[in-house]
């Protein structure tokens, strides 16, 4: 959905700060360069705090960067907030380490697959906030006007990012993880409770 939503906020961003095309660029690339710096460290991290604890640092992240982009100031606060939501895209591969770790093996390929749907669906919903919010197009509006209707776009994703951090808490952490980490007990007993869902909902 970060990642959607920043194509309907680029004519009003260059408008309100009075950008140049090369920092538009900037600003729309900026998540791709936070992700590398990501990448180069979030491997050794994940095994270090956990697949879970991990997905909640990144779900605070994305937090702030949502705040901070909507509430932007100048230029160089927007990029930052950015780069900050694209250190965060490293979710996607912890995503699929957890599910592979987690999911029994005849359920595996359903996990997968809802996984890519629900990244299609981000990329969806973002296209049509956009679009509302471009119909609702109103000077005499506070949120729809075209001053401030960019920040309305990326304020659509702290309620998103709110659920999703709530909907954390419910997740078990990885039996792998656990198993490796000495936490045997805990981990069968995560593999037991999973396995009896799996069974009741067949």
């Known amino acids: 959905m970060d990642a959607g939503i920043i194509s309907g906020t680029v004519k009003f961003i260059r408008a309100e700060f009075n950008l140049t095309s090369l920092e538009i660029g900037t600003v729309v690339s900026a998540p791709a360069f936070g992700a590398i710096i990501a990448l180069a460290f979030s491997g050794s991290l994940v095994d270090k705090i956990g697949r879970k604890n991990m997905m909640m640092v990144i779900a605070g992240m994305y937090l702030i960067s949502a705040i901070a982009s909507t509430f932007?100031?100048?230029?160089?606060?927007?990029?930052?907030?950015?780069?900050?939501?694209?250190?965060?895209?490293?979710?996607?591969?912890?995503?699929?380490?957890?599910?592979?770790?987690?999911?029994?093996?005849?359920?595996?390929?359903?996990?997968?697959?809802?996984?890519?749907?629900?990244?299609?669906?981000?990329?969806?919903?973002?296209?049509?906030?956009?679009?509302?919010?471009?119909?609702?197009?109103?000077?005499?509006?506070?949120?729809?006007?075209?001053?401030?209707?960019?920040r309305t776009m990326f304020a659509s994703e702290i309620p998103v990012v709110i659920l999703w951090i709530f909907t954390l808490f419910k997740l078990p952490e990885s039996p792998r993880w656990l198993m490796k980490k000495g936490h045997k007990k805990e981990a069968v007993a995560i593999m037991l409770k999973l396995t009896r869902r799996m069974r009741s909902s067949q």
């Open 72 to 150: 932007a100031t100048s230029y160089v606060m927007l990029v930052a907030a950015r780069m900050l939501g694209g250190m965060s895209f490293c979710c996607l591969s912890i995503a699929a380490m957890y599910i592979g770790e987690l999911a029994p093996s005849k359920e595996r390929g359903k996990f997968v697959a809802a996984n890519q749907v629900m990244i299609g669906t981000g990329f969806f919903v973002a296209y049509l906030i956009n679009y509302g919010c471009v119909l609702l197009l109103n000077e005499n509006s506070l949120l729809f006007s075209t001053e401030n209707v960019w």
